[in-house]
């Protein structure tokens, strides 16, 4: 079956550290692939997402991610963090040969110490 | 452009109990998703519509919970009756993509809380 994997259940950082979330899937075929984000009290919003071309997207805010077909990874990385970036972080997957679902991974809380 | 809307924002019913949550889709979408996170959990898929026709229904748990999409536009959840490990928030999502394919939006969820 499908799944997605995030490694940091919860990981804090200081203002103007580097942040870098991993996410792993299984799954051998066509995929796209995304980033959520989650800020306190707001709902899902895309942070970024790759579909094909250029493995290394760029998103919102500062952040981007890389996708390495050969590892089955789309790490997410952002060079120095802010407070407004606490927030919780989802990969997920969505998967040619079964086109509707999202699979999500469990999230990753984020806090920055200001 | 009004955003996927979700009512009502919270709802807390006893066990046994009946409850119908409601998803406005983006204008113009005919794909539209139910996704469920109970806590601590991941975010987990529950049907998918094309139009008023369930394409996927895989991840409904059981057959307490009824989706419906009449006339292709809104979307109702009904939990019937429902049990504490209901509990959770409930997620719509829409997407114009052709079969879904694609980025799909999501509305900010009602969290139920079964008592």
């Known amino acids: 079956a499908q799944s997605v994997s995030q490694h940091n259940h919860h990981v804090i950082l200081s203002e103007a550290a580097s942040l870098e979330l991993g996410c792993n899937y299984s799954?051998?075929?066509?995929?796209?692939l995304f980033w959520y984000v989650q800020y306190p009290g707001q709902h899902l919003q895309l942070l970024l997402k790759?579909?094909?071309?250029?493995?290394l997207v760029k998103g919102i805010k500062g952040f981007e991610a890389e996708f390495i077909k050969s590892k089955f990874s789309f790490n997410l990385r952002k060079p120095s963090v802010q407070w407004s970036d606490t927030a919780e972080y989802f990969c997920?997957?969505?998967?040619?040969?079964?086109?509707?679902?999202?699979?999500f991974g469990s999230g990753t809380r984020l806090s920055i110490r200001p | 452009e009004a955003g996927v809307t979700q009512f009502p924002s919270h709802s807390v019913i006893e066990k046994g109990q009946t409850v119908t949550l409601r998803c406005d889709p983006i204008?113009?979408?005919?794909?539209l998703y139910w996704y469920r996170r109970v806590m601590g959990k991941e975010i987990k898929f529950l049907l998918h519509?094309?139009?008023?026709?369930?394409?996927?229904e895989s991840g409904m748990p059981n057959n307490r919970f009824l989706a419906e999409r009449t006339g292709g536009t809104y979307s109702t959840l009904k939990v019937q009756p429902a049990e504490l490990e209901d509990s959770g928030v409930y997620f719509c999502?829409?997407?114009?993509?052709?079969?879904?394919?694609?980025?799909?939006?999501f509305g900010p969820g009602t969290r139920l809380t079964v008592t």
């Open positions: 999502a829409s997407s114009q993509d052709i079969g879904g394919w694609g980025e799909q939006y």
């Open positions: 790759y579909f094909s071309g250029d493995p």
């Open positions: 519509f094309v139009k008023e026709s369930k394409q996927d």
């Open positions: 799954y051998g075929g066509t995929v796209n």
């Open positions: 204008s113009g979408h005919d794909n």
């Open positions: 997920a997957v969505n998967a040619l040969s079964s086109a509707s679902k999202i699979i």
